[in-house]
Nanobody, 127 residues
Framework: QVQLVESGGGLVQAGGSLRLSCAAS????????MGWFRQAPGKEREIVAI????????AYADSVKGRFGISADNAKNLVYLQMNSLKPEDTAVYFC????????????????????WGQGTQVTVSS
């Protein structure tokens, strides 16, 4: 099991930037793909960005492509989500999640593959 703690959320004006961090602890020696998901009020949780355990592959939701960037520092067990050009529709609780994978380049897109989740951090974008 991996314990995940997100940080970096807050209130920002439209067009601004935030960087979210996810600190992992526990069984971090195993192969884990890491993902960021978000859930807005009244909506289902959705994928935002995924990074493979090897770090060589990433995947993004169409709604954030070109604006968000996911990265990882495996030595420090940290995963980041750099969010630029934020829009009011990006307002949501953002969750970090870990999925145990066999292939180092895997970027699983289904949230049901992710076994470990953080508590989430609120991001609010004002217009």
């Amino acid at each position: 099991q991996v314990q995940l703690v997100e940080s970096g959320g807050g209130l920002v004006q439209a067009g601004g930037s935030l960087r979210l961090s996810c600190a992992a602890s526990g069984r971090t020696g195993s192969n884990y793909a890491m993902g960021w998901f978000r859930q807005a009020p009244g909506k289902e949780r959705e994928i935002v960005a995924i990074i493979s355990w090897s770090g060589e592959r990433t995947a993004y939701a169409d709604s954030v492509k070109g604006r968000f960037g996911i990265s990882a520092d495996n030595a420090k067990n940290l995963v980041y989500l750099q969010m630029n050009s934020l829009k009011p529709e990006d307002t949501a609780v953002y969750f970090c999640a870990a999925a145990s994978v066999r292939q180092p380049s895997a970027t699983p897109l289904s949230e049901y593959v992710y076994d470990d989740w953080g508590q989430g951090t609120q991001v609010t974008v004002s217009s």
